[in-house]
């Protein structure tokens, strides 16, 4: 696997420290930058875990038509016009004449092409080209096929039954709901205050979500008020079993078909029935065209200070952002990688000749990192600001000393010493591209970087300079090189977390500090640049220990 | 083993790029289109295309059997697919990316979706149309409808082709 760095996200956590890495369960709040999003008046990194949500807009995906909220209730979270899913493959359905009838002939005929067709028309799915008529289900007109389709899916069994249930419960529901709704969460006795203050934050108002009323719940048993001696019990339409004769599912004809069964192909497989809200026939053949449901715009606000971090726009077909406070804008892009395995991989292409996916599947043997050996890694960090930053790193934890764990415990923490550059380094200011120099190589990054650091490498080796501290420093990028060491009996993930923190100088207090549109006129005018911090913790990842064949313990294993 | 030998039969009516890489006994029927860039190796055996076919760019059709290959009429061999199968019938479409071992004979009016992988390790004869999608390669059967239109279409793309490629 390749190194990797991640961003901690404290997600509202009372300490700011970041759980030790090599525990299963601390990969949950390290996400990677693109993921983060960052709010200026808290001076905080969000995530998606912590930030709130809502609901902007829905729109169908196949047809971009944005949907009212209104409707979209009323339309079951589907789109309401022409848009289908195909239920074998999940690719969209589209409208197709069917063939013209004089199709005996073969090539001699001329090519017919009304601009129509002809009816019955059909869906049919272009990518496993699967038709409705399969099933049995032909429109007469091209348009106007949802409600064309409405007639057969409102007389479904199942759709009538609901219909009945909710008839029948609605009177009931309607006088319980008047009476307490006054108080919906003083109907439950919560003896424990944990469930209490859950409920009660349960019942928060929430921003686009409609109130949540109880009373459902209250009813499927712990309601203790007299209401249930007044409904009447329900009668079903029609029974089970002769509901699972009529393919609803279910009973004894499902275990006939199955005894019966010639190819596993008949059946139709979990992820296409379980679309439905109930139980559906599980033949292959009967799987009807779905429609398509909607999806929903988000917007996301920060959850202390709710100010809005993420808004798109309304429109359904532009994918861009009106407010848009990514935590990429602020933070320093951070990327690692082993120089070592870099030059195994220049070696294995140049010798073998061959192309670069398959030398990336070997290279990791020669490029892993071995129990016992010293190896120097880069770690490279790009300043998005408009002003020049200074970055200082620091270890966060120590790590576990090894050997001396209790005879139950696995080795499973890799005792290994990092070594970083304790100095502050400063990185350039973000700058557009024509403003650099012709001789600065801005671009192909990772390729100078490979060269620049076998090249480096290679005279470290030579003249035996530090390796730990900046390597190099290229436009807005910086390079800083550092050592982990391994001892011999390590395993595992060699991941550590680490501190950066990097002081910046905002212009003014305004939250605008970093878009340095006409500030040398505000500078000179105003108050003195303050120097403000910043700090963050990452956890880097710079792969999984492979163990030497000669020191492999048989051990707590 | 004996060297190839190059003897291209090709129909006054079909369209072969210049820039196609040809080995070996070719014939091309009537009104077939080879874009520039694919590649037909009739190394082990003959290869002979039907009428109408369309051939794209980045094909690769390899004959691995001394017998003779044989593609049928209006099959459209989409960008980047590899065919080595010892028969093809007519109005087959093999998609982009598609690779077809040497082991499958597929019959007409077949459909192997973009980059399907149909490798079975036996010999084996597609049933016509066999429709095979998805990443898994799964396979089922067509019924058929709508393939006037496809037909149609076909034919309209390849006259297109005959006439717009000449004149690049």
Known sequence: MAPSVDYYCPCLAASPHPPPPHLPSSSDSFHPLHNLFFCEECDAVRCNRCVMVEVSGYYCPNCLFEVPSASVRAEKNRCARNCFLCPNCRNTLSVVPSDPPNDGYDRMSPIVSTSLGEPPFFLYCNHCRWDSAQVDITFEKPTGLAAQLQKFEDSAPEALEFDRLKEHFEPFLRASSSSSAVTPSSSHHHSNPITAAASSALARDIPGVSKYNPLSRSRSGRDKSSHKADIPDYKARMEVGAAAGMGAGGGEADLEFMRHLETVAEVATVEQRWVNSWVSSLHTDDLKPLRIPLQSKKSKRCPSCRHILIKPEQKAQSVRYKIKLVAANYLPAISVSLPHARAALETMKRSLNRSAAQSEDQSPAAAALLAGKTYSFHISFTNPLYDPIQVRLKKAQAMPAPGTEGAGEKAKRPPFQVNLPSAAFPIAAFAEAWEYEDDEDMFGLDDDDDLDGLGRLQKDQRSKTRTVGVVEKRANVTVVAGEVILTKESRGNVKFNMLVSYTYRSDDPDPAEENAMGTPSRHASSKPPEMKNFSFYTVVDLGTIAPREETIHDTDM | ?168
């Open chain 2, 1 to 168: 083993m004996p060297p190839i030998r190059d003897k291209f039969t090709i129909h006054s009516k079909a369209v072969v790029c210049q820039d196609v890489e040809l080995k070996g006994d070719i014939t091309v029927g009537a009104g077939t289109i080879i874009h520039p860039k694919a590649t037909i190796f009739a190394i082990a055996g003959p290869i002979v295309i039907g009428a109408g076919c369309i051939v794209e760019e980045g094909v690769i059709l390899v004959s691995r059997r001394k017998e003779v290959m044989r593609i049928g009429d209006d099959n459209l061999f989409e960008i980047g697919c590899r065919v080595e199968c010892p028969s093809i019938g007519n109005f087959n479409t093999i998609s982009a990316r598609a690779r077809v071992h040497h082991t499958v004979r597929i019959s007409s009016y077949c459909v192997i979706g973009a980059a399907c992988l149909v490798v079975p390790t036996e010999d084996e004869i597609l049933d016509e149309y066999t429709v095979i999608y998805g990443p898994a390669a799964e396979r089922r059967i067509w019924s058929g409808r709508g393939k006037v239109q496809e037909a149609g279409l076909r034919r309209k793309q390849a006259e297109y082709l005959k006439e717009m490629l000449p004149k690049f």
